[in-house]
């Protein structure tokens, strides 16, 4: 079997292949997975890991140990950020600067999205919204990070106590604090999405959604020049590891 984790600050991702076979999968707190997956998965079998992670090497030096001590872990691939993952030459002067996520997300999309187009503008939209844009030729040569959804809408209701106080009317009939909050983060964020896909539209690129608030970034976009991937950072994963890059 062969078990790819996705880890995050607060939240990972996993999935698992017996053979060609998708297993499983989900998306747990942190603290929840080794409970999830030891319910999940069965301790007797020789389990092949994979691991991207942005939580730090005290975090994933303790996530690995704890696989080890609950499962038959017979190999351990874990993804790190380079100058180039096979087709794909990303743009840091210092790859370990950038993070796995979007490298792997990036060979991901180029690897399997490109199809017809001219390059890739590869959006993941989680606790914060990253935005890469890979050309024909797999050079990275723009990117963006700016809040995500999430971020924007709590950033806002918490700081200042009249937007908390407007939790208490939010229910009622007509304007509340907390709806006009909940419209303007609500717009905010899908102006910058149709920015973006008017950018991937004009260079004829292919726009690859992923991460958490996926759903809310295809809500905004229309032209068929967009497709959502969910595990394109597992996908990614998988294609670095039988490449042998990143390690």
């Not at 899908?190 to 759903?215: F, H, N, P, Q, W």
């Amino acid at each position: 079997m062969i078990l790819q984790l996705d880890v995050g600050n607060t939240r990972a991702k996993w999935r698992v292949f017996d053979g060609d076979r998708v297993f499983g999968r989900g998306a747990e707190l942190q603290e929840n997975l080794l409970d999830v997956l030891c319910q999940q998965l069965p301790n007797d079998e020789d389990l092949s890991v994979q691991v991207t992670s942005v939580a730090g090497n005290r975090s994933l030096e303790d996530l690995i140990n704890s696989l080890k001590c609950r499962f038959n872990v017979s190999s351990i691939y874990i993804a790190r950020s380079v100058k180039r993952m096979g087709e794909v030459e990303f743009g840091y002067k210092i790859p370990e600067h950038q993070g796995v996520d979007r490298c792997l997300a990036m060979l991901a999309a180029y690897s399997k999205c490109l199809s017809d187009y001219k390059g890739v503008v590869v959006v993941d939209a989680g606790s914060a919204l990253t935005v890469d844009v890979v050309n024909c030729d797999g050079k990275q040569v723009d990117g963006y990070i700016a809040p995500g959804y999430s971020m924007l809408r709590n950033s806002l209701l918490g700081q200042t106590s009249k937007i908390e106080d407007g939790y208490a009317n939010s229910d009622c009939e007509g304007l509340s604090t907390l709806r006009c909050v909940n419209g303007g983060v609500s717009l905010m964020f899908s102006e910058l999405i149709k920015k973006i896909e008017r950018m991937a539209v004009e260079s004829k690129y292919r726009l690859v959604i992923t991460g958490g608030d996926a759903d809310l970034v295809s809500e905004s976009v229309s032209l068929d020049c967009a497709v959502s991937v969910p595990d394109l950072v597992l996908d990614g994963l998988a294609l670095a590891q039988k490449q042998g890059v990143g390690l």
